[in-house]
Nanobody, 124 residues
Framework: QVQLVESGGGLVQAGDSLRLSCAASGRTFNVAVMGWFRQAPGKEREFVAGISWSGGSTYYADSVKGRFTISRDNAKNTMYLQMNALKPEDTAVYYC?????????????????WGQGTQVTVSS
């Protein structure tokens, strides 16, 4: 099992920045890919960004490309999401996810482990 704990959410104004963290523990040697998803009220959970744990390859949703940066610190078993130029439409609960399968998936079904989520609210 892999446990994931997100932190760093909060209430900010449009144009501000936030950095989310996801700390992984447990059988982290099984982790091949980690990702961020988000879910706004009344909407389906959507892919935000993903990163391969070994090579550091990254993949972003078009809606955040150029504004968000995903990274990882293998020594700390921690993944980050730097979010710049935030918009009200970025408001959502952000979830950290991990997969034991190689290849970054854009689909929730491609991930085996999930964190509890952290709220990000962007006011206009």
């Amino acid at each position: 099992q892999v446990q994931l704990v997100e932190s760093g959410g909060g209430l900010v104004q449009a144009g501000d920045s936030l950095r989310l963290s996801c700390a992984a523990s447990g059988r982290t040697f099984n982790v091949a890919v980690m990702g961020w998803f988000r879910q706004a009220p009344g909407k389906e959970r959507e892919f935000v960004a993903g990163i391969s744990w070994s090579g550091g390859s990254t993949y972003y949703a078009d809606s955040v490309k150029g504004r968000f940066t995903i990274s990882r610190d293998n020594a700390k078993n921690t993944m980050y999401l730097q979010m710049n130029a935030l918009k009200p439409e970025d408001t959502a609960v952000y979830y950290c996810a991990a997969s034991s399968t190689k290849g970054i998936s854009r689909y929730s079904s491609g991930y085996d482990y999930w964190g509890q989520g952290t709220q990000v609210t962007v006011s206009s």
